[in-house]
């Protein structure tokens, strides 16, 4: 597949995201004196924006590519849960997955920033995992939806959407059905994950999930954890996102590592979740291995040089893999 088709073919793509989706809130404002009451500053609101988080952002990088993307997730009734849903769907997104719970509130995390300098931020959310009968409608939604879909992304933030036993339903549900699972994963399940596809730890992840050490810039010693996390998870293949070292990958019997591309590094926010959305869209049209981890290295980088979390652009990472072949 030339780099054309495989951009192409990415239109016609439709990937199942499972995990926590969040709201991103920004107060911006200018402070001009010190509370009364406290010896804080007094923060005068001058703008408000809401951004889609966590699993949100993953939704968006997949629509960039020209996928459909389609949350399943367990959010709240509450006000910011109903912010939430329609900003999902004004940006066209698919919520037939989307599960609305009395008994759970919606995950808004509120940054309050004076000038360009964070004052504080305010984290509203519960991290318990949700009930059975949550759990249940979770799987059964998800099942409804893995057969009309080339590719499943678990992207799993430790806030209770994902538990070991809808992990494993919904695994042993895709591999039936052959569609192939990938996973960014956090330290609460780590070790759940097991029959996956692709796992995407990234270096602190890996070391935390293992409790392992090792030298990352000894080759042996990072194959060598690498294929103890692939043993321990039975997964097909492992994509381990390094940083300022780039990428390794161990999948489908070959292995490669991959070193970041030199780039103005900005801001360094939402590289990840490009990254898992990027090797998804490629692992569900079967692409090599080091095609995979090519593109998706390449997405990471450019999205660091833009300041906040954006979504990657799709013309500038095509131009840009046009260059790599």
């Known amino acids: 597949m030339t780099i054309d088709q495989v951009f192409k073919a990415f239109d016609s793509l439709r990937v199942l995201v499972i995990g926590d989706v969040m709201l991103d809130s920004y107060v911006w ?3 001009e004196r010190i509370s009364p009451e406290a010896p804080v500053p007094v923060v005068n609101v001058q703008k ?5 988080g966590g699993a949100g952002n993953v939704l968006l990088n997949v629509q960039s590519l020209g996928a459909e993307a389609i949350i399943c997730s367990v959010i709240g009734t509450d006000g910011a849960g109903d912010l939430l849903e329609s900003s999902l769907k004004e940006k066209g997104l698919n919520c037939d997955g989307l599960i609305r719970s009395d008994d759970r509130i919606t995950t808004i995390k509120e940054r309050i920033i004076a000038g360009s300098q964070q004052v504080v931020r305010i ?5 318990k995992p949700v009930s059975s ?3 249940e409608k979770l799987v059964s939604k998800a099942k409804e939806l893995i057969p009309s879909c080339q590719v499943i992304i678990f992207e799993d933030y430790d806030k209770g959407v994902l538990t070991a036993e809808s992990i494993a339903e919904i695994t042993a549900f895709a591999n039936e059905h052959n569609v192939p699972t990938v996973v960014d994963p ?3 399940n780590f070790l759940a994950y097991n029959h996956t596809t692709l796992f995407k730890p990234n270096l602190k992840e890996l070391r935390e999930g293992l409790k392992v050490e090792f030298n990352v810039d000894n080759p042996e010693e990072l194959r060598a954890t690498v294929q103890h996390l692939k ?18 990958i161990d999948f489908d019997n070959e292995i490669h590592k991959l070193p970041a591309h030199i780039r103005q590094i900005a801001d360094v926010s939402g590289a990840g979740d490009t990254v898992i959305s990027i090797a998804a869209c490629c692992v569900a049209l079967n692409l090599p291995p080091k095609t995979i981890a ?10 660091c040089e833009m300041v906040g979390v954006v979504p990657i652009d799709k013309n500038l990472l095509k131009t840009e893999a046009e260059k790599l072949v």
């Open 29 to 31: 404002g200018k402070v």
């Open 48 to 52: 408000r924006e809401y951004r889609l």
């Open 123 to 127: 984290d509203t959310e519960t991290d």
């Open 133 to 135: 009968a949550e759990t």
């Open 186 to 188: 956090k330290k609460r």
């Open 231 to 248: 043993d321990t998870l039975n997964v097909k293949g492992a994509l381990i996102t390094l940083s300022e070292r780039g990428v390794f």
């Open 294 to 303: 090519a593109i998706s290295n390449l997405g990471g980088g450019l999205v």
